[in-house]
């Protein structure tokens, strides 16, 4: 069975893509895609063999150094992850190979999520529906040419202190090109198309950061190629 062949993601995407669609009909712009619960951990607890797929909105994207109210969230977390930018377009029966050659570009990224409900294997098409805790996402203006983590480290810097270190940022994502792919064929299987210009955050590169009181800022580092930091209200 193909991952995408759940019965509870085949319930939920085309709930999530009809929002999305609805979405755009009104004047929204798209963004792009992510991936959930992409970590092995978290793909056993809820009994999936791949991440699942959400989509990202213009009109979630930040600057750098934004600052977000927290006020309304439930469960707020924040993500450093790697974000991909498509050169080509990349459609249905894609593998890593063709994944690879599509990709443009990769640079850091933070996902802000309200992660609630929590994640069981009942509930998988209401997290799909909505949006796999989609709330905002913060994107780095430097980049890298292709698709490649070689000589990357992931940092991560909060209260004041490094809080992450890795020279192997897919340790828990994943490879790029295979997550990529499995992003292509997913969308592909429910009517939707991966397309040149699009981007793809591609998962915690730690266990989601769940947001504490105390927490004021953090800032994900991908060096050599750059950081995206935002600060957090209450208020």
């Not at 755009?24 to 791949?50: D, F």
């Not at 299987?189 to 105390?214: C, N, R, W």
Request: hydrophobic residues 45%; negative net charge; glycine residues 8%.
């Amino acid at each position: 069975m193909k991952a995408w062949d759940h019965p509870l993601i085949q319930k939920g995407m085309p709930l999530q893509l009809a929002k999305r669609s609805a979405r755009i009909a009104a004047g929204e712009r798209p963004l792009g895609w992510k991936v959930g619960l992409g970590a092995p951990a978290s793909m056993q607890k809820v009994g999936i063999t791949a991440p699942i797929v959400g989509f990202l909105m213009q009109r979630a994207l930040l600057l750098s150094g934004s600052t977000i109210s927290l006020e309304d969230y439930v469960k707020p977390v924040a993500e450093p992850e790697i974000c991909v930018r498509m050169m080509s377009d990349l459609r249905g029966g894609a593998t890593a190979d063709t994944a690879l050659a599509a990709i443009k570009e990769i640079f850091p990224a933070i996902e802000i999520a309200d992660l609630d409900p929590v994640p069981t294997p009942d509930n998988l098409d209401v997290v799909l529906e909505g949006d796999v805790y989609q709330r905002h996402v913060i994107l780095c203006g430097n980049t890298r040419f292709g698709g490649s983590t070689a000589g990357l480290t992931s940092r991560v810097i909060r209260k004041g202190a490094q809080f992450a270190n890795t020279t192997d940022p897919e340790a828990l994502t994943g490879k790029l090109p295979e997550i990529v792919a499995h992003v292509a064929n997913t969308l592909s299987a429910f009517g939707e198309t991966l397309k040149a210009g699009d981007v793809i955050i591609t998962g915690s590169i730690t266990p989601p950061i769940m947001l504490e009181p105390d927490d004021t800022d953090i800032t994900h580092a991908l060096d050599p190629i750059g950081e995206v930091s935002v600060s957090f209200t209450r208020e």
